[in-house]
T-cell receptor
Framework: GQNIDQPTEMTATEGAIVQINCTYQ??????LFWYQQHAGEAPTFLSY????GLEEKGRFSSFLSRSKGYSYLLLKELQMKDSASYLCAVRDDDYKLSFGAGTTVTVRA | DTAVSQTPKYLVTQMGNDKSIKCEQNLGHDTMYWYKQDSKKFLKIMFSYNNKELIINETVPNRFSPKSPDKAHLNLHINSLELGDSAVYFCASSQELAGVTDTQYFGPGTRLTVL
């Protein structure tokens, strides 16, 4: 089966930076996605990596190392509205998306 | 306009009943999915349809039956509901199944509670 690990919870202060790590062991690899999910709402797409390196999108960046089975999502200049669950998801050789359990980020004033 | 919509948003029912959840997308996508998110927040794929054809069918009890009348709709019918079926069910869609940068767009979810 697929194994995707990420920390359960993280807390940070408004304006700070938080890095959410994700490690994976899957049957094949066809891309890694990060989604944001606010409580009681649907997941929304944040970023996609298929090649090694850093992808930057405004305050959010995502990094991938395929050889290490590792990714991170970097959230800069944290805002209160960034308090949410962040889901790491890997697409395998069958093009199925497997999700981690999510990391709940709490931003404090 | 809502891209991916689901009805109902909340569903409370008794064990043993049969219920359906409907999903519609107006994005012109070819592929639609059903996911189950349990109380531990794990999001797990159940089914995927591409152009009305079943592509992914995970190990799901056969009490769950998806139906795709057309490319824009994927409904989920559940027979003989059990307590363990209580969860949030998300519908999603993507342009295609095997696209290089395919992003899945999720509906708002249906919270099913079986009493």
């Amino acid at each position: 089966g697929q194994n995707i690990d990420q920390p359960t919870e993280m807390t940070a202060t408004e304006g700070a930076i938080v890095q959410i790590n994700c490690t994976y062991q899957t049957s094949g690899f066809n891309g890694l996605f990060w989604y944001q999910q606010h409580a009681g709402e649907a997941p929304t797409f944040l970023s996609y990596n298929v090649l090694d390196g850093l992808e930057e999108k405004g305050r959010f960046s995502s990094f991938l190392s395929r050889s290490k089975g590792y990714s991170y999502l970097l959230l800069k200049e944290l805002q209160m509205k960034d308090s949410a669950s962040y889901l790491c998801a890997v697409r395998d050789d069958d093009y199925k998306l497997s999700f981690g359990a999510g990391t709940t980020v709490t931003v404090r004033a | 306009d809502t891209a991916v919509s689901q009805t109902p948003k909340y569903l409370v029912t008794q064990m043993g009943n049969d219920k359906s959840i409907k999903c519609e997308q107006n994005l012109g996508h070819d592929t639609m999915y059903w996911y189950k998110q349990d109380s531990k927040k794990f999001l797990k794929i159940m089914f995927s349809y591409n152009n009305k054809e079943l592509i992914i069918n995970e190990t799901v009890p056969n009490r769950f039956s998806p139906k795709s009348p057309d490319k824009a709709h994927l409904n989920l019918h559940i027979n003989s509901l059990e307590l363990g079926d209580s969860a949030v069910y998300f519908c999603a869609s993507s342009q295609e199944l095997a696209g290089v940068t395919d992003t899945q767009y999720f509906g708002p979810g249906t919270r099913l509670t079986v009493l």
